[in-house]
Every structure is written in C-alpha cells, then in structure tokens.
C-alpha cells in the first residue's frame, strides 16, 4: 500500500512539475496577452509528466510485486 501511495504522489509531483515547465516554455517565447498559450502549456506540460511518470510508477510496481512473488517462494521452499 506504501509503494502505491509513493507512485501516487510521484505522478502529482511530476504533473506538477510538467505544468511549470510548459507554463514557462511558453512564457520565455510569448510577448503580450499570453494567458491562453500558458494555459495551454501548462495543460499540455502537467499531462506529459503526468503520463510518463504514471509509465515509471507501473513499471516499478510491477517489479516490485515480482520480487515478493519471488522472495514468498524462497520463503516456502526454505
């Protein structure tokens, strides 16, 4: 239950952490009225960091549910 709650929180760092940087890849190149472009960048920004973490969390629960799997039979068979 602890891992989950990590991965959880890891995936609303990293979408929080996406947001800054598109809101502010867009800030660097928009002059003027740019409150739609941001908006837009942070979107964009939070979904992909959001998505490529969630990609890290599964592939890291994943082992780790492996390597209990494994750790129960050594366990069983010692």
């Given at each position: 239950m602890r891992a989950?709650?990590?991965?959880f929180a890891g995936i609303l760092l990293a979408g929080i952490a996406g947001a800054a940087m598109?809101?502010?890849m867009i800030d660097v190149q928009c002059s003027g009225s740019c409150a739609v472009p941001?908006?837009?960048g942070m979107f964009v920004g939070?979904?992909?960091?959001a998505a490529?973490?969630?990609?890290?969390?599964?592939?890291?629960l994943r082992a780790i549910?492996?390597?209990?799997?494994?750790?129960d039979k050594e366990t069983r068979t010692s």
């Open positions: 989950r709650a990590i991965a598109g809101y502010l941001n908006g837009i939070s979904l992909i960091g490529g973490m969630s990609v890290v969390a599964i592939l890291a549910g492996e390597w209990r799997e494994l750790a």
